[in-house]
């Protein structure tokens, strides 16, 4: 059932975290990640939204154009109440009042002008909310399988290896997560990599524990 739950953690990872640069096409790549924590400097955190995991949203590309083009005017204020405000009344306020969505508020000129900032990722708030939240589910997640896989029949080392691989490469993703927010978005790639480590470690333990107990313990049995 865990393995089943991670299953399902990272298909849900892949659809979101692929829209991240605007290309919504195949699996996430190193530039959505580069996105997702750093931001793109060279976009607004509103462009980059419109044109990544928002842009179902808005119903025409007229919409997505205005909005773009008020950007590049200097995002004006007459200009937002000409045009941007009935679309962000329309599509963006029922998901972003500023008292269920205080990070990211669109409710007036003055929460859109900051949206529209060049994007610098998620806030420290943010980032430290979600680590809470990865860091103790994983951490469970990775107690359960290792503490299963330290008792099983396999040699100390490979046993020692399956215990300690789930924390190490969960400690390195979340770590990873700050390294490229804060310092540089080539860090984006140990991201990457510690991810695929931890679904490794994962796929060890979990296969390795069902090895042991359905398959080698009746062989020995036998």
């Given at each position: ?34 996105v ?13 939204k ?14 997505k ?69 990865h ?55 140990v ?14 333990t ?17």
């Amino acid at each position: 059932m865990m393995g089943y739950a991670y299953l399902f953690a990272q298909i849900n990872l892949q659809i979101n975290t692929r829209k991240a640069d605007g290309d919504a096409t195949g699996l996430a790549t190193i530039q959505d990640i580069v996105v997702t924590y750093h931001g793109d400097r060279n976009q607004t955190l509103l462009g980059t939204k419109i044109n990544g995991t928002m842009r179902e949203y808005l119903p025409t590309e007229g919409d997505k154009i205005a909005i773009e083009q008020w950007i590049k005017n200097d995002r004006t204020e007459e200009e937002y109440l000409e045009i941007v405000q009935q679309l962000m009344d329309a599509y963006c306020t029922n998901c972003h009042p500023y008292g269920d969505r205080p990070d990211y508020p669109l409710e007036t000129y003055e929460q859109v002008y900051q949206a529209a900032e060049p994007d610098q990722g998620p806030s420290i708030g943010k980032l430290a909310k979600f680590t809470h939240f990865h860091a103790f589910g994983m951490g469970v997640f990775a107690f359960l399988l290792s503490g299963i896989f330290a008792f099983t029949s396999f040699t100390p080392p490979l046993r020692y290896f399956g215990v300690v691989l789930p924390f190490l490469s969960i400690s390195l993703d979340i770590t990873a997560w700050w390294l490229t927010k804060l310092v540089s978005p080539a860090f984006a790639y140990v991201v990457y990599s510690a991810g695929l480590m931890t679904g490794v470690s994962f796929a060890v333990t979990i296969l390795g524990s069902l090895y042991d107990l359905w398959i080698r313990t009746s062989t020995v049995e036998s």
